[in-house]
Each structure stands twice: as C-alpha cells, then as structure tokens.
C-alpha cells in the first residue's frame, strides 16, 4: 500500500474496517516498475511518510484516473436522423405497447444521453411507421446464408411496399410466435441488407422478447451508432486488448454495458416508462462518470492497474505482485473484492483456465486504497494469454476489470 497516497483520515478509516496493517502490504519500487506505474508512485514507498501525511490534500474521488477503454468508430457511418418503423404481426398481443415506445423513445433524454455525443438526433416514429401486417408469418427465418435467412424476410418486406421509406429508416420487425426463428440464434440482433442498392438497416426481436423493451432499446441505440455492422461506433482502442477479451469482441455501445447486474432498469423520466438498457459513453468516462448511461444514483466503483491493458508478462513458474487501485467517483462504503481466472463476467466465453494461482492480499477496497493480487503462472495456457477478472460488488452492483497474463 502506498500511504503517502492515502490522507490520514481514511488510513484511520481503513484501520477501522478491518484491512490489513499497511506495513505487510507495502511492495518494493521494483515490484511496481515492473507493473508499469509511473515513476512517482514506485518511489512513493521511499518517501518519509509521517510528514506527506499531516499535509496530505483530502482524496479525490476518484483517487487516481481509470483508464477505461473509449469506443471509437472505424469509418464515420452512424445514422444521424432514425425513424423507427415498428413491424407487427397479427398475433402480437402488444402492439400497442412496442409502437408507443418507438414513438416515445427519439424524444426520450435516455435517447439523448445515449446516442447525441455520437452524433445522433432525436429520432423519429409516429403513426406513419406503425406497419400491422396481416400477411401470414414467415415460417422460418434462418441463420445468415441459409436459404430462408433475414434477408429473404427483409427483401419481401421491401418489395411488398408495406414499408414506409422515411429518411434514416430502422425497420424493427417483432417476430411472430409462429415462426421458427434461428436467425443470430434466436437473439434480438441489428442488421443492415443491400436491397436494390440500398442499405435497409433493421432489427429482430425474437418473439420470447417481445415485451422486453430493454432489448429493442439495446438494438436501436447500435443500428443508430453502428447502422452498418462494424463501420461506425463497434470498437474499443486499438490497444485495449484486456478488455477487448473480457467483451469477447462484442463491443457496439450497449454490448459494452449490457453485463452490469443494474444494465436494465425502468427509467424514471415522466412520460417515457418503459424498461431500457444503460449504453456507454465515452463523454462520461472522459468526465470521471459512471460510463454506462444513463447512470444509476449511486457513484461508480472499481479498481485499475495502471498500464496493464495490453497485458502483464509472467514465465511459467513465476509469480509478479500486480497492485489494483480501487477508485469511486464519490464517497461510499467499502466494496467486496474478489479475482477470478478466465471471465467473469461472460460466463463460460474463456474456457482456457486453471494455469494461475492467484492470491489477493484483501477482500474489501475503497477509493485511494491499494490491494495486492499476486499472480503465479503454473504453466502457460494454450493460447500463451490468460484472463483474470477482478470483481469488485456490492450486493447490488458487479464492475469489472480484466487483467491480461502473458505466458511466453
Ligand atoms: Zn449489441
């Protein structure tokens, strides 16, 4: 622990709390220059630290600034001004319900907080792109490249002239129950088709999804940003590659908040009251924000490592001390700390474990508090890279950090 980087008030604090003597968690200069910390802290432990602390500042919050990733875009296609056109079949028992929310949610301030800072409008709906059909469902819709794939669907539709052609069209197609869908797995999904050469860009919702409006909001927030499939807003930096795998690729801006236990959530806004998903923005990590948004009252929480992000090289038979900087973006209590090898936080997406030992040194943490994980690599993976997910909770919440280990 670096105490001249914690006031006296919180060292009393943590004291109190029940976190280890500070003494024990003290890590030589050259255990945190080989994590890559700045220069400043691997000589914090040098310091004459009875003096830092009588005039240490209070502590900020956060404590030190978190190197969350940023989404960016690869070209520059969003989809500035959407009209959702809501498609219903005659079966679907709420079509009330999934046309109010398309018409409400471009006018929403969670639309706003969501898509504006990528340059999004307010979008559009209204009676107009309200599509009922009558005509009996499809019976199946497949996976992409099968010969009744969506884009058989979306090509009928087009050609039929049901469909209105309002400037920036999002046609979201509620799947009927009667139809066997297979298509993305039977998960809500966008999409864009050439059809006459045109991009028709879309989304389908599942059946078993039709009331879940947190999903058709997960959608319409990605066909804005990233209208195209991976040309706008669908990667994190280029140097990101921890958490690159911790989101196993899937990285469209509300793919990128979708995991937090409190993603879904019915908002509050008076008039607009319908489940949504929280979405990133990277306005709000630049700001020392929650970066999912709209954000929940109670203030962000997690830990860092500083310069870890393209990952932390240990041999086989080796072990490196790796220090994580708990920060909030306000004060609160302590939260629970715990590491896992592989991915946390998509269950089951990181099979390749069991090559680490891990040893964290506490099991709360706080703003300006340092723990000790101690990473030892029994012996390399197959891929010669292993994940490790610090967890940091309360009984509520769940934040996430990845820690790449290489293994040469
Ligand atoms: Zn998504």
Redesign the pocket.
């Known amino acids: 622990m670096h105490l001249a980087r914690i006031p006296l008030g919180l060292a009393v604090l943590l004291a109190g709390c029940g976190s280890s003597d500070p003494s024990t968690n003290a890590l030589p200069a050259s255990d945190a220059s080989d994590v890559g910390l700045p220069p400043s802290d691997a000589g914090a432990d040098g310091r004459d630290d009875s003096s830092t602390l009588d005039t240490a500042p209070p502590i900020p919050f956060p404590a030190l600034t978190p190197d969350l990733p940023r989404l960016v875009k690869r070209a520059s296609v969003v989809l500035p001004s959407p009209t959702f056109v809501t498609v219903t079949y005659s079966d679907n028992t709420n079509v009330d319900r999934l046309e109010a929310f398309a018409d409400q949610l471009g006018d929403s301030a969670y639309w706003r907080e969501t898509t504006s800072e990528y340059g999004i409008s307010p979008a559009k709906s209204g009676p107009a792109n309200h599509v009922r059909l009558t005509d009996e469902p499809p019976a199946r819709i497949g996976l992409r490249g099968e010969a009744d794939d969506e884009t058989v669907l979306m090509t009928a539709l087009v050609h039929s002239g049901k469909l209105p052609t309002p400037e920036g069209a999002v046609y979201v197609i509620y799947v009927s129950p009667k139809t066997k869908n297979v298509s993305a797995i039977g998960l809500p ?2 999409a864009s088709a050439n059809i006459d050469g045109k991009s028709i860009r879309y989304a389908i919702i599942p059946a078993g999804s039709a009331d879940r409006t947190q999903d058709v909001a ?2 319409l927030v ?1 066909v804005a940003t990233d209208p195209d499939l991976g040309h706008g807003y669908a990667y994190l930096d280029r140097t990101l590659m921890a958490w690159n795998t911790l989101f196993g690729g ?1 990285t ?4 990128l908040c ?1 995991w937090e236990p409190t993603a879904e959530y019915q908002d509050k806004e008076p008039g607009f009251e319908f489940y949504v998903q929280r979405s990133w923005s990277n306005a709000a990590a630049d700001a020392n924000h929650y970066p999912c948004v709209p954000a929940p009252a109670t203030p962000f929480f997690n830990v860092t490592v500083p310069d870890s992000v393209k990952g932390i090289t240990i041999a086989a038979g080796e072990s490196q001390v790796v220090e994580l900087y708990g920060y909030s973006f306000a004060a609160r209590t302590d939260w629970n700390l715990h590491v896992v090898e592989g991915n946390a936080m998509i269950d089951g997406l990181w099979t390749d474990v069991g090559h680490l030992h891990l040893d964290l040194d506490v099991d709360q943490l706080n703003n300006g508090v340092v723990a000790h994980l101690t990473i030892g690599v029994k012996a390399a993976g197959n891929y010669h890279t292993e994940l490790v997910t610090v967890v940091s909770s309360t009984a509520e919440e769940k934040h996430f950090y990845p820690i790449l280990v290489l293994t040469p």
């Open positions: 999904h966008h997960h959608e990605e899937a469209e801006a509300a793919d979708q």
